[in-house]
């Protein structure tokens, strides 16, 4: 879960600190990292993670917001508990989980089938493993 | 320099082990050598000080200390060693036991000043704690002014305060004398503070040699803050889970969702990690 395929395009870096930038079917995704392990470079495939606390989402987005990931995503299914809510989302061939406050799902009139901007900051975005 | 490439058999507790090791250290490094118990550190400092029959070859500032099975005597290697117990003379006082390695009153004196032991220089061992009964020992395997000093877990048997500080001290007398010195340690803190190289033997065999950052930081991905722990419990609060994971002497709770506490099972050795981004530092 979670788990998204990307490439490397490019990786600005100031000493240790690295913000590395894929791209995933043409939507740019940003990492922000302390040092890198040598064998992530430009095109190096990755499979990226987040937790599914670290994805806020939002419907109709319009303005701009500094969420570095903003990940145009369908809602497949909706598990509503008390107090928080458990969203599957379709990102290109990806199923994304966010999980959110039932009454943010309630107020957003969040639904199956819906259009949601997937939020990720860049430092809530990592790197689960390289792949070759 | 060192130059070492070894072999011995070892008979040990898991049956018949061959420690092998083909190094070089360089003058003045600070080595730590760390691995499980019975994977060959202490036979590897006591193979270098010239305590344990050796095949295979030790050359130290191009001078030869073992080659074509002829092996320089202990007395002719010029090494200060430390154990971890801290083997003083009972009956000399601590000046004496520095003087008794070598009558050098200025450097003894020297390095009674740098550890703080300056007023206790007329003081009897038994009279002494754990930490000075070490700092004298570090002290007198300085006396000979060595070409390596080796250090067996030589702080293990201390409390955690006394050991940061002979740590520092340790530190300073490395900068100070710039030893060629390896140290047997398990500790993460103590050879990140200390070394600028570790090498891990593992059963008989090196298996990592880096340096500390590279070797010690468990990181898998781009997760710098990682540990090992145990789950001992996991429970479905609403649509979330709170697993409670041992780490060390200490319990954690951490939220999963469903699908991430799907496959996890009581008792499983796991991961947790997590962005250095992430956790927040206060003091105590």
């Given at each position: 879960m ?14 240790n600190?690295?913000i590395?930038n ?12 302390l ?7 430009k095109?190096?495939?990755?499979m990226l ?9 939002a419907?109709?987005?319009q303005?701009?917001?500094s969420?570095a990931n903003?990940?145009?995503a369908?809602i497949?299914?909706?598990?509503s ?11 290109e061939e ?11 799902c309630?107020r ?14 860049s430092?809530d975005l990592s790197?689960?493993?390289v792949?070759? | 320099?060192?130059k ?13 082990m ?14 730590a050598l760390?691995g ?9 400092l ?9 095949k295979?070859?030790i050359?130290?500032d ?7 099975d ?11 060693f ?7 003379f009972?009956n000399?006082?601590v ?5 008794f390695?070598?009558?050098?009153k ?12 300056d007023?206790?220089?007329?003081r009897?061992?038994n ?7 070490q700092r004298?020992?570090?002290c ?15 702080l293990s048997a ?8 002979l ?18 340690s398990?500790?993460p ?6 070394a ?11 298996i ?10 468990k ?17 479905k609060?609403d ?7 041992a780490?060390?002497?200490?319990l ?8 991430e506490a ?16 992430v956790?927040m530092?206060?003091?105590?």
């Amino acid at each position: 879960m979670n788990n998204i395929i990307a490439y490397v395009q490019n990786i600005q870096s100031l000493q240790n600190l690295n913000i590395v930038n894929f791209t995933c079917k043409g939507t740019p995704l940003k990492m922000m990292s302390l040092d890198l392990n040598n064998n992530i470079q430009k095109d190096t495939k990755v499979m990226l993670t987040c937790k599914p606390m670290a994805i806020a989402l939002a419907k109709n987005l319009q303005g701009e917001v500094s969420y570095a990931n903003r990940l145009h995503a369908n809602i497949l299914f909706i598990e509503s508990g008390e107090l928080l809510s458990a969203l599957k989302l379709q990102f290109e061939e990806f199923i994304l989980e966010s999980i959110i406050t039932t009454d943010s799902c309630k107020r957003m009139h969040l639904q199956t089938g819906d259009k949601v901007t997937a939020l990720i900051k860049s430092s809530d975005l990592s790197i689960k493993k390289v792949l070759v | 320099m060192i130059k070492l490439n070894i072999n011995k058999t070892l008979h040990g507790a898991e049956g018949v082990m061959n420690l092998h090791a083909n190094l070089n250290i360089k003058k003045g490094e600070f080595v730590a050598l760390s691995g499980k118990s019975g994977s060959g550190k202490t036979t590897l400092l006591r193979i270098l000080a010239g305590l344990e029959e050796v095949k295979g070859s030790i050359k130290v500032d191009e001078q030869a200390w073992l080659e074509n099975d002829k092996s320089l005597p202990v007395q002719k290697r010029e090494i200060g060693f430390v154990f971890q117990d801290y083997a003083l003379f009972e009956n000399m006082t601590v000046e004496k036991n520095l003087l008794f390695v070598k009558n050098d009153k200025k450097l003894a004196q020297h390095l009674l000043e740098l550890t703080e032991l300056d007023s206790l220089k007329n003081r009897y061992p038994n009279s002494l704690s754990g930490g000075q009964k070490q700092r004298v020992s570090i002290c007198r395997a300085l006396m000979k002014k060595p070409k390596i000093l080796l250090l067996d877990e030589p702080l293990s048997a201390l409390d955690p305060t006394m050991r940061s500080k002979l740590q520092n001290e340790l530190l300073s007398l490395h900068k100070e004398f710039h030893t060629t010195t390896i140290m047997v340690s398990h500790d993460p803190s103590e050879i990140y503070r200390l070394a600028n190289r570790i090498i891990v033997l593992q059963n008989g065999k090196v298996i990592n040699d880096g340096s500390p950052k590279d070797v010690l930081l468990k990181t898998q991905g781009s997760q710098k803050f990682s540990f090992e722990g145990e789950l001992l419990d996991i429970k479905k609060i609403d649509v979330i889970y709170v697993a409670i994971v041992a780490i060390g002497q200490q319990l954690v709770e951490v939220v999963v969702s469903s699908s991430e506490a799907k496959n996890l099972l009581l008792g499983d050795k796991v991961n947790l990690s997590t962005k250095a981004f992430v956790p927040m530092i206060t003091q105590n």
